[in-house]
């Protein structure tokens, strides 16, 4: 799967076996997974699911949603606050429409989490940022 970089944007090729290693970005060195949201794209985001050892958080958004945006620093503050709890997916279902599709994602922002391969939980609307990091520790 390629993921881009969240620091620098460079796509790293990496393999499924690998992303419970926490990778560093080959251009610029900083983890590739953990302290800020990767964007989830239809090459990459299966394998992240399939791969991950620890709770997938997915955001479902677009870049024309108000709430998604007003959103957006809650979503980085708790994949910062949770670096190697969890692994934070952000994706743009106007890039992305196969995924939103295939999520059955009606309204955005739509919150999903997965673990083992499986979706657990999902939720709709933005919450505070307190409360969403809240809502989170029942999956660690
Ligand atoms: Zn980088």
Redesign the pocket.
Known sequence: MIVE?P??H?GNRLEGARLAESPG?G??H?PLLAGMPIAGTADNFADLVKYSKVPVVVDFWAPWCGPCLSFAPGFAAAAEAYAGQALFVKIDTEAQQALGAQYKVRSIPTIAVFEHGQELERMSGALPAGQFKAWLTQFF
Do not use: A, F
């Open positions: 970089c620091h620098c460079t970005c251009s610029c900083q």
